[in-house]
């Protein structure tokens, strides 16, 4: 059985950081495509942040250079690495592993809740 659990959210000021992660078990990150989604409120669930099989890494615009995914394998989590956060990036942040494009996804973690307040 796989699951994915997330931590780390919590509240912050605009300009802070925070590092999410997402402990894996039943599936191992460093076969699998995973990546980091988020939902605002009243807003559609978007990827975020991609990490592939072979440890290539892809952002939405909207976060590059602010935020950083990576992968420990030996740890079996995968992290999202938050700096310069804004109002804007509130949501529940999600952990998933899918297909190399993260168009169809394997399983979804539980969600943590990020708040940035300005």
């Known amino acids: 059985q796989v699951q994915l659990v997330e931590s780390g959210g919590g509240l912050v000021q605009a300009g802070g950081s925070l590092r999410l992660s997402c402990a894996a078990s039943?599936?191992?990150?460093?076969?699998?495509?995973a990546g980091w989604y988020r939902q605002g409120s009243g807003k559609q669930r978007e990827l975020v942040a991609r990490?592939?099989?072979?440890?290539?890494?892809s952002y939405v615009d909207s976060v590059k250079g602010r935020f950083t995914i990576s992968r420990d394998s030996a740890k079996n989590t995968v992290y999202l690495q938050m700096n310069s956060l804004k109002p804007e990036d509130t949501a529940v942040y999600y952990c998933?592993?899918?297909?190399?494009?993260?168009?169809?996804?394997?399983?979804w973690g539980q969600g943590t809740q990020v708040t940035v307040s300005s």
């Open positions: 998933a592993v899918g297909d190399y494009s993260m168009a169809s996804i394997k399983s």
């Open positions: 039943g599936i191992m990150f460093s076969i699998n495509h």
């Open positions: 990490i592939t099989m072979g440890g290539s890494t």
